[in-house]
């Protein structure tokens, strides 16, 4: 996937470097030399100059909601809704962007009524809104097929969506996908995959159970999205998520950094020190993990504070609405020491092959 073409004539933000005269650079372009795509998640905002920054920025967009299940169909007897997701294709191709789409399946915006028809019918409620979502959005380059279906604890399939999830019925998902779309990436996404805490580590080892399991019952898996939403509470264990890269890697896997961000809940009150605080977390964070040829994906979770699901208050471990500064850019769409740390990375890590693609 190229770099997306920049609207109302600008590539990201006016300015420079805070230490030196350099404009500001694309990542995507930064990214694209190293075989690394770089995307963001898009809100569906029509602010000119974030879409403008946005469009300079990255080569792809995931739609931050309105693919998930139950916006796009709540009712079973009433039409789908497909304006806003639409719209969010509209811009990408103006922009030239590519399309994740994100999420088929997901406990967090299931489709309410489908748990009532019992799993056989309520799995094809799935299959079918999945089928309504890949026939519209053929040029999608890839897709959420589950998100967040494996547990901390207890089973290791997540049983929240009102029906009996297990690796038939998630198996069943990514097959019937991979028919419809036999050339696109499908991904299994998750949380908890990279921080300090023990239950990081353990859901490490299940995600690995869970993807041999499906692997075994023929699920067309092919990357694992690790979110990446950078805890300042509980910190990182680089070791652990490094083997746990080479794990996936090691069964022909690519891996996303799909949801990046920081969490600065604990970091300084000084909002300059601060800012140092959450670019370093970006810099241990990406240079260990850059460093491993299966990353192939960066995507950030809103690229600027304007526009973010943490400044939104939407988070439940995080400073109040309006007061953290997760992203690269500020309010101002104004680069911030953390998008020179991502800058850093990107320009400091090994090339690799390009992702594959239909």
Same mark, same amino acid.
């Given at each position: 996937m190229g770099c997306g073409a920049a609207l109302l004539g600008t590539v990201g933000p006016r300015g420079t470097h805070p230490a030196a005269a350099n404009p500001v650079p694309s990542l995507c372009d930064l990214g694209r030399r190293k075989g690394i795509e770089v995307g963001a998640a898009f809100s569906g905002h029509a602010d000119?100059?974030?879409?403008?920054? +946005? &469009?300079?920025? $990255?080569?792809?967009? *995931?739609?931050?909601?309105?693919?998930?299940p139950g916006y796009v169909h709540p009712d079973r007897h009433g039409p789908y809704r497909f304006a806003?997701?639409?719209?969010?294709?509209?811009?990408?191709?103006?922009?030239?962007?590519?399309?994740?789409?994100?999420?088929?399946?997901?406990?967090?915006?299931?489709?309410?009524?489908?748990?009532?028809?019992?799993?056989?019918?309520?799995?094809r409620a799935?299959?079918?809104?999945?089928?309504?979502?890949?026939?519209?959005?053929?040029?999608?380059?890839?897709?959420? +097929? &589950?998100?967040? $279906?494996?547990?901390? *604890?207890?089973?290791?399939w997540r049983g929240q969506l009102g029906l009996p999830v297990n690796a038939e019925a998630v198996a069943g998902l990514f097959r019937h996908v991979g028919a419809l779309a036999p050339k696109r990436l499908l991904c299994l996404n998750?949380?908890?995959?990279?921080?300090?805490?023990a239950w990081c580590r353990d859901k490490q080892a299940r995600m690995i159970r869970a993807v041999d399991e499906l692997r075994a019952r023929g699920a067309p898996v092919g990357a694992i999205g690790l979110q990446g939403h950078l805890s300042s509470r509980h910190g990182l264990d680089l070791d652990a998520t490094l083997a746990f890269v080479r794990q996936l890697a090691s069964r022909g896997l690519e891996v996303h950094l799909s949801e990046l961000d920081v969490n600065d809940v604990v970091l300084a009150d000084a909002v300059e020190r601060r800012d140092e605080q959450v670019a370093d977390l970006y810099r241990t964070y990406l240079s260990a993990l850059l460093s491993e040829p299966a990353v192939s994906r960066i995507t950030f979770w809103g690229l600027t504070d304007f526009d973010h699901w943490m400044t939104r208050g939407e988070a439940e471990d995080v400073r109040p609405a309006g007061q953290a500064r997760p992203a690269l850019f500020?309010?101002?769409?104004?680069?911030?020491?953390?998008?020179?740390?991502?800058?850093?990375?990107?320009?400091?890590?090994?090339?690799?092959?390009?992702?594959?693609?239909?």
């Open positions: 000119p100059d974030y879409r403008a920054l +946005v &469009a300079g920025q $990255v080569g792809l967009i *995931t739609p931050e909601w309105c693919l998930k806003a997701a639409d719209e969010a294709y509209r811009f990408a191709r103006s922009a030239a962007l590519g399309v994740h789409g994100h999420t088929l399946f997901w406990h967090g915006d299931p489709l309410a009524w489908a748990a009532e028809l019992g799993p056989s019918e309520g799995f799935y299959r079918d809104v999945a089928a309504a979502l890949v026939s519209r959005y053929p040029d999608t380059v890839s897709w959420d +097929v &589950a998100n967040e $279906v494996v547990s901390e *604890t207890g089973p290791l998750d949380y908890n995959l990279e921080c300090g805490a500020d309010r101002s769409l104004r680069p911030k020491p953390s998008f020179w740390a991502v800058a850093e990375c990107l320009r400091d890590a090994p090339a690799r092959r390009p992702s594959r693609r239909g």
